[in-house]
């Protein structure tokens, strides 16, 4: 029996920030949505410190998604060579008014929004570094996803 007739994936979420990790997991998402003709969908998530730079306005908005798009459209080349059609968005991973706001949830309610059957996301990185938002999420997002998660 074929894995594809008896599990079904139409839209994998790749969350993203930037760093050579989360560009591997978008080469992962890409594979795994090639596999069963699906989607990827690559979300974006701003960390403490630009969402706390934009908000004190020491961080330029303007750079910040310029930053983001690039990364965005050389990720975007992956999907591209597979064929797969890929869909971005982007949400800040916290918020100084929301205590309740952090990058693993943000992760999941989009994995919500968007209807996504499977999840990949980057595993904590070995570099200290405070522009990747990602490090700790993966273990929020093991324990609580609904759906079917890979962590690389």
Do not use: C
Request: glycine share 6%; aromatic share 6%.
């Amino acid at each position: 029996m074929d894995v594809r007739e008896s599990f079904s994936v139409e839209t994998v979420l790749v969350p993203v920030d930037g760093s050579e990790e989360s560009a591997t997991a978008v080469e992962y998402a890409t594979a795994v949505a090639d596999r069963y003709d699906a989607s990827v969908h690559v979300l974006y998530v701003l960390g403490r410190g630009v969402v706390k730079g934009m908000n004190a306005g020491s961080v330029e908005e303007d750079a910040v998604a310029e930053n983001a798009q690039r990364f965005l459209e050389e990720v975007g080349s992956v999907a591209d060579a597979y064929g797969v059609p890929m869909a971005t968005s982007m949400a800040h991973g916290f918020s100084p008014t929301r205590k309740a706001r952090h990058p693993g949830i943000v992760v999941l309610d989009t994995a919500d929004a968007i209807d996504a059957d499977f999840i990949v996301i980057p595993r904590e990185s070995v570099i200290e570094t405070p522009a990747e938002v990602l490090e700790q999420t993966a273990e929020y997002v093991l324990s609580y996803a609904s759906q079917p998660v890979l962590s690389v």
